[in-house]
């Protein structure tokens, strides 16, 4: 049971280069998430998809797309990566059951744009 | 909309002292409330969560948070903290008809011997 995948773990980029961050998910949790973390930030919401074929903006939605592929699979898109979108890029899938949720997260992208 | 504030971005204490990480949370509609950390180089885990019923909530390595509706909060407690507490904590609140998840800004606890 791999949990949430995120890849490619670090990644450098030039300005304007565009690129895509893959997240999967093997628990069949409906809900997914895209976050990014920068200190003194904490984590911010980009964009959201409560369930497969629906996706929402999050708190920080601007340069980015979201494409929730399947309900495994919520990719990240960069069309034309900015120095600002130097972060550090969590996926997260949400777990609902009788006991309440939690929120299970990958391990993370360090994205460098240069 | 949902927001988060973590009223202190860093807490400095010493080791078996007692320990406070303040959150206030806004929204207009019932919400589930969260604590996660994140030790140093990793991803975060999950402390507690309130969902409803008892407002005092227990967690794990014995933190508990107490809900408190009037005053929109959601403090994060520990009676005596230890060196391996050293980690950022954050208040997270979710909607719970769309599960959106906002994090607040973080609070850096900071054990010291």
């Known amino acids: 049971n791999a949990g949430v995948t995120q890849t490619p773990k670090f990644q450098v980029l030039k300005t304007g280069q565009s690129m895509t961050l893959q997240c999967a998910q093997d628990m069949n949790h409906n809900s997914m998430y895209w976050y990014r973390q920068d200190p003194g930030m904490g984590l911010r919401l980009i964009y959201y998809s409560a369930s497969e074929g629906t996706t929402d903006k999050g708190e920080v939605p601007n340069g980015y797309n979201v494409s929730r592929l399947n309900k495994r699979e919520f990719s990240l898109r960069l069309e034309s990566a900015a120095p600002s979108q130097t972060s550090v890029y969590f996926c997260a899938s949400r777990e609902v059951d009788t006991r309440g949720e939690k929120l299970f997260f990958g391990s993370g992208t360090q994205l460098s744009v240069l | ?113």
């Not at chain 2, 990480?21 to 994140?38: A, D, E």
């Not at chain 2, 107490?66 to 929109?72: A, G, P």
């Not at chain 2, 909060?73 to 005596?80: I, N, Q, T």
């Open chain 2, 1 to 113: 909309a949902q927001s988060v504030t973590q009223l202190d971005s860093q807490v400095p204490v010493f080791e078996e002292a007692p320990v406070e990480l303040r959150c206030n949370y806004s929204s207009s509609v019932s919400v589930y409330l969260f604590w996660y950390v994140q030790y140093p180089n990793q991803g975060l885990q999950l402390l507690l969560k309130y969902l409803s019923g008892s407002t005092l909530v227990k967690g794990i390595n014995g933190f508990e948070a107490e809900f408190n509706k009037s005053q929109t909060s959601f403090h994060l407690r520990k009676p005596s903290v230890h060196i391996s507490d050293t980690a950022e904590y954050f208040c997270a609140v979710s909607d719970g008809n769309t599960g959106k998840l906002i994090f607040g800004q973080g609070t850096t606890l900071q054990v010291k011997p």
